[in-house]
Every structure is written in C-alpha cells, then in structure tokens.
C-alpha cells in the first residue's frame, strides 16, 4: 500500500487517473476549480481525493510533480515545503520541459508567428470543404492561463533538487519534440510517435523536449 501526493493534479485525465488503483491512496491537489470539479466527477472515489490544499498531517510515499514545476514562481520552495511530508525512503517524481529544448522553441515561434491558430484554421476550413465536420475537442477544462514561469536548465534542475535536501536518483529522456504545432500534424501518425520517444533516449540531454527524474533525499551528514 502506497500513499500518492499528485501536486499540481488538474484534471487528472492526463496522469492522474492512471495513479489510482487498489493498494494506492492517492490525493490530487491543485487551485484550478473546474479542473478539480472535472476530477472529482470523473476518477474520485474511496481512494482517491482531489483537493485545493495539501494536508498538512498526512505523509506520503510518492509526491508527483507531472510538468508542474515549471508553472510555480519558485518550484525550489515547494520542494521544500513538501519535502517534510515524506514517508521515511519516499520518492519524488517528477517531469519538467527542457527550458530550451525542441518543445519550447516550438512554443516560443509559434507564439510570435500565431502558426498554430492559423493552422487550425486551414484544417477545420478544408475538413467543411470536403463535407465534414470537425471534431470537437472533448470538454475537459484545463487551466490555459497557467503559463510557464520557470525554463530549467540541467544545471538548475539538479542545483534546485540539492538545496531542497534531495539528489536525482534516476534521470531519463521524455519526447524529442511536442507541442501544438508537431501534435497536430506530425503526430498524427503512432509511426512518428513511437520514432520521437525512441529517438530521445539516444540523444543528449540538451537536445529532447522533457525530463524525468526521481528525487530521494540526501544522506545526513
């Protein structure tokens, strides 16, 4: 039996909901009101709670930062805040976009160029040409205004993991490439979506679009 904090939950549909399962005790917390009220309709139940605040007398085996880290103006005083709640030998996982990898340029241009709205465009407009009408994205809310405060570095990441008491027990590759532009053309193909995780695990670190780590505490001096 495990506990799990998933710090920075949302909706749960993307990580969330593949935590819960028997012998977890999982505990979702984030601030965005839809996103929680979608999470609790949808993947609450006995062992699964969605909450606005962290409890401040509960102990935790797992604490997940999914992509989350990036999104807070100070990602080394959450660790550290949260670090007090570890189960004796508890984890930290987490994942973070590589602050000026592949994906982030992608966003970067097209946020400067409006490539993707332009693009959705095209798409939607030729799918009516063609008599058919274009899927509508499922009603999941997601907290858009929520942008990234933090581009990590290597150097940052394992700089913030060690003044919070914590080293990088396991580090590996996300995707090569991902956001909006590459999501919506590129990837639509389960061909290229294998390739792009295949392809990261050979490349340096500097070069893919996300990182995954595992944090345990250091040893006492």
Sequence with gaps: DVTVLDFGCGNA???????IGEGV??????FHPPSLDYARAHFGGANAEFRETVPVDATFDIIVYADVLEHVPDPLAIVTAHAPLLAP??????????????CETEKFVDRHLR????????????????????????????????????????RSLRRMAADAGFTIARFA?????????????IFKSA????????????????????????LRRLPSP
């Design 25 to 30: 005790r999982y505990i979702g917390v984030d």
């Design 191 to 214: 061909r290229f979506v294998d390739w792009n995780i295949r392809i990261a695990d050979r490349l340096p670190s500097w070069s893919v679009s996300t990182w995954y780590f595992i």
């Design 173 to 185: 590759h996300g995707g090569f490439v991902g956001a909006d532009l590459t999501a919506n053309t």
């Design 89 to 102: 030998g508890g984890i930290m996982i987490g994942s973070v976009p590589n602050g000026y990898g592949p």
């Design 13 to 19: 549909a993307a990580v969330g909901q593949y935590l």
């Design 115 to 154: 490539l993707y709205p332009a693009l959705r465009f095209v798409k939607r407009a030729a799918i009516r040409l063609a008599g058919g009408t274009p899927n509508e994205a499922p009603a999941i809310p997601y907290n858009h205004e929520s942008g990234h405060l933090i581009f990590f570095t290597l």
